[in-house]
C-alpha cells in the first residue's frame, strides 16, 4: 500500500526560529511560507535531496496541532507522511481492517494540491499518519 515518504513533518512553537534553524544554522533549502486555514496550519517546506520536512505552526483557533504543542512546547516531530497510489482504495482498506481515519474520512486536499487522509497515532505505533494520493 505505502509508497515513498513524502514528508516528515515537525510542529514548531516559532516559525522564524525553525526557519532560522534549518535555512541558515542547517543551510536547507525552504519553500515560502503557505497558510492552510482548511487544516489549521501555516507550513514551509525544508527540501532535500531524497525527501522533505514539514514545518508546522498552528493558524487560528482550534488548529490540530494546538494541543501537541502545549504538551510539548519545544516542538517536535509530529507525523510521516507515506504516498499512495489510490487513498480511497487505501482508505476502505484500513477501514476494514479497524483503522480509524482521522476527520469525517474524507480526503481533503493538501499542501501539494493532492488528497491527504491521516490516520489515528494510537493505532500506528503511537505515530500520527499521513497518506497523500500522488
Ligand atoms: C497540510 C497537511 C499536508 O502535509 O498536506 C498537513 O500535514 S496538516 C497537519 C495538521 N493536521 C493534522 O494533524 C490532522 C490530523 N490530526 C488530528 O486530527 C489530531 O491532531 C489528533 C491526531 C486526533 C490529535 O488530536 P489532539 O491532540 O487534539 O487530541 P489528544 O490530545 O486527545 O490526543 C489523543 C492522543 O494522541 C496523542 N497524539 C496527538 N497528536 C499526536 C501526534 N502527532 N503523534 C503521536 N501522538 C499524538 C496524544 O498524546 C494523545 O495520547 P494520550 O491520550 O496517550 O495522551
Ligand atoms: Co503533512
Do not use: W
Not at 522564524?16 to 536547507?28: I, M, N, Q, R
Amino acid at each position: 500500500m505505502l509508497g515513498r515518504v513524502n514528508h516528515i513533518a515537525i510542529a514548531v512553537p516559532d516559525l522564524d526560529v525553525a526557519e532560522k534553524s534549518y535555512g541558515e544554522t542547517l543551510g536547507a533549502k525552504l519553500s515560502p511560507r503557505q497558510d492552510l486555514p482548511e487544516h489549521g496550519v501555516t507550513v514551509v517546506f525544508v527540501t532535500l535531496p531524497n525527501t522533505k520536512v514539514e514545518l508546522l505552526y498552528p493558524l487560528g483557533a482550534g488548529s490540530p496541532i494546538q494541543s501537541f504543542l502545549d504538551k510539548n512546547p519545544n516542538g517536535g516531530m509530529h507525523h510521516i507522511c507515506y504516498e499512495v497510489d489510490d487513498i480511497l482504495v487505501a482508505r476502505d482498506k484500513l477501514l476494514a481492517g479497524g483503522a480509524r481515519i482521522l476527520g469525517d474520512g474524507a480526503p481533503k486536499i493538501g499542501a501539494h494540491g493532492k488528497p491527504v487522509l491521516f490516520l489515528h497515532p494510537k493505532d500506528f505505533l503511537g505515530t500520527l499518519i499521513e497518506l497523500e494520493q500522488v
